[in-house]
């Protein structure tokens, strides 16, 4: 299975009728908007803690860039699916490594290992991501009617 088709599944593509550059820039397109939608998810899970902290909404930004790995591992764990071990051997990463990224001692991961862990959350997580892939796809919509009414 390529790294694209849980997404496409989705969003109902049939990836077979699109050419390999077509498909990387759909997957590009598609990981980019659902990093865009998990952030916006996150941020509201972490509101009461930054309104505490009472961070310019910049800093608040940060925070969540450099704890997005954790996030996620932390979100996938809660469903109790994987543990540290399982998402290291489903990412094909050293379990150490993923307990730096779970820790925080490494927020910076490769794409292989960031597509492999959103997949995986994807997989546990169908109901977080079907509601992600209906909202871009009802933005991407609003957003082709809207200049469809402007060129007009």
Known sequence: ????????NLIRVDLSLLKKEEKTLLEAGLFARVYEELKIIFSEQQKIYFRLLKLPKEQEDVMLEENFVHSIIKD?????EYTLKGIAEYTDTFEEVVEEFFTGRNTNP???FLRRLINL???VRQDLYSFVV???VRTCFKMKIDSS????
């Open 1 to 8: 299975m390529s790294a694209i088709e849980p997404l496409s």
């Open 76 to 80: 996938i764990l809660s469903t109790e």
């Open 110 to 112: 490769s794409a292989t």
């Open 121 to 123: 959350h994807a997989s």
């Open 134 to 136: 209906e909202k871009i």
């Open 149 to 152: 009414e402007h060129a007009l």
